[in-house]
């Protein structure tokens, strides 16, 4: 089983859809939890961290379940520059090492 | 900013070639971390430093060694390049107790290494 684990997608959606990405990871020990963002070709780039009561920045949502081992990003009223693959990490415990998980694409369409 | 800067955007080797690629960032972060990144594979981690001369395995160091003699230099050298080394090859640095928000890897933009 692979530590993160996300649906590859592509999810395709309209302008100002709402869409939802959730992950899984496998070790209950992992203590710190973030999305990054991946544009193609580019290098990825941290959209936000994830915290245990969730967290919003703007158009964006995060969740955290410690209980069932998964987080989840909500994009809502989608643009068409949303356009990327979302990569769910995790940090391994007590330690500065990051395990990728291996990014759900989305393409938002006009 | 930060700045992560690797050495080459793309670059073509042959079969046994011994390959260098470097990394430089200039933020003084003890942290430097080099990834592959393969189609349905995602990143995976090769070799991390966490100081200057220090170096631990990651989950892929078979056939990849690492060199960190000055802070702001990371360098990741295929011994004998081999076809399956054919990757994207991603640099990362972040400050170091980083198990938050406040110091998230900063990657550089990426070489496109092919082993012919």
């Known amino acids: 089983r692979k530590e993160v684990e996300q649906d590859p997608g592509p999810f395709n959606v309209p302008e100002g859809a709402t869409v939802a990405f959730n992950c899984t990871y496998s070790n209950s020990a992992s203590q710190s939890f973030f999305w990054y963002r991946q544009d193609c070709r580019k290098e990825p780039k941290l959209l936000m961290s994830v915290y245990s009561s969730g967290n919003e920045d703007g158009r964006f949502t995060a969740q955290l379940n410690r209980a069932s081992q998964y987080i989840s990003l909500l994009i809502r009223d989608s643009k068409l520059s949303d356009s990327a693959t979302y990569l769910c990490?995790?940090?391994?415990?007590?330690?500065?090492?990051?395990?990728f998980g291996t990014g759900t694409r989305l393409q938002v369409f006009p | 900013d930060v700045k992560v800067t690797q050495s080459s955007r793309y670059l073509v080797k042959r079969t046994g070639e011994k390959v260098f690629l470097e990394c430089v960032q200039d933020?003084?972060?003890?942290?430097m971390f080099w990834y592959r990144q393969d189609p349905g594979l995602g990143l995976r981690l090769i070799y991390f430093s966490y100081d200057v001369k220090m170096k631990e395995k990651g989950d892929i160091p078979e056939g990849y060694s690492v060199s960190r003699e000055k802070k702001e230099r990371f360098s990741l050298i295929l011994e004998s390049a081999s076809t399956n080394q054919t990757s994207m090859y991603l640099c990362?640095?972040?400050?170091?107790?980083?198990?938050?928000?406040?110091?998230?890897?900063?990657f550089g933009d990426g070489t496109r290494l092919s082993i012919l």
């Open positions: 990490v995790v940090t391994a415990y007590n330690t500065d090492k990051l395990i």
């Open positions: 933020m003084d972060h003890e942290n």
């Open positions: 990362a640095s972040s400050l170091s107790g980083g198990l938050s928000d406040r110091w998230p890897q900063h």
